[in-house]
């Protein structure tokens, strides 16, 4: 089995990779180009022959049918976006060009090769906005960030192409997600970094946003497992994956601190450069139908996650379950 790897330097693209070579595939990454190293999470698999990667961009078309003519893949993972919410709304452009019109161009590019590759989205629980909780497939969307639009559309456009063409496309609807891999300015990997940095008395204050949004936090290595068992289906089918788990924010640094043995209230203070323009207030996911036709359910939940980004940092070094 080929599998291509959008999006394979980040979170989800390492462990996604991980998962693959363990399971025999040869696997073919594309790497964004950058003037700074980008590829930290996945060097330590450089020596494996079974991994391939590419210099290319959702932004170049000519880039991916090249790709997908020569890579022949059997499974595609787009895990390639604009992934921050809050810079989205300060790079509404860019990320729709990337998050919403790079899913067109990888799927224009897969119908014109006559490909019958698998391809698996990177959709997001940002889909349902500002919509109450619990969310699940049915749950209208309403989102309320660009990064949220962008990645709607997107979303529609799989399931078009899956109409109209019949191509085997699925989207997975994600929640939260964290590891030791999560990008430093994600809240969860910024609370873990402050919290080993005041313990080890290099950094004294963590300033945050919006401390009561609710997020339902699950464990990265366990949702990219997920992904992968959505392309092994008999049938293309989008589903929402979660914990069914919600914690806020303030939540999330009271744990970390007291990890530790600190009171978060003597370090946490609050500046509204971090927050949105539109909030998102609470998101939880209902991931019933996953359980039933996947047969996927989390394993670690809210206080183990805390426990093993802390650890992480303190350590600095990837502690996993």
Known sequence: MKALILGITGQDGSYLTELLLSKGYEVHGVVRRSSSPNTGRIDHLEENTNLFRYYGDVTDTASLIDLIYSVQPDEIYNLAAMSHV?????????????????????????RKSGSKT????????????????????????QPASPYGIAKLYAHWMMKNYRQAYGMFNACGILFNHESYRRGMTFVSRKIARGVAAIKAGKQDKLILGNLES????????EYVYAQWLMLQQDEPMDLVIGTGES??????????????????????????????????????????KA???????????????????VDSEVTGTEVRR
Not at 292 to 307: A, N, R, S, T
């Open 118 to 141: 698998r391809i698996y989205q990177a959709s997001s629980s940002e889909l349902f906005g500002t919509h109450p909780p619990p969310q699940n497939e049915d749950t209208p969307f």
């Open 86 to 110: 809050r810079l989205s709304f300060d790079m509404p452009v860019y990320t729709g060009d990337v998050t919403a019109i790079g899913v067109t161009r990888l799927l224009e590019a897969v």
């Open 247 to 288: 914690h806020t924010v303030r939540e999330f640094a009271e744990k970390a601190f007291a990890r530790v043995n600190l009171d978060y209230r003597d370090y946490v203070t609050f500046s509204d450069r971090f927050t949105r323009p539109v909030e998102v207030d609470h998101l939880r996911c209902d991931a019933s």
């Open 291 to 309: 359980r039933d036709i996947l047969g996927w359910q989390p394993k670690v939940m809210f206080d183990e996650l805390v426990e093993i980004m």
């Open 214 to 221: 609710y997020r339902d936090w699950g464990y990265a290595p």
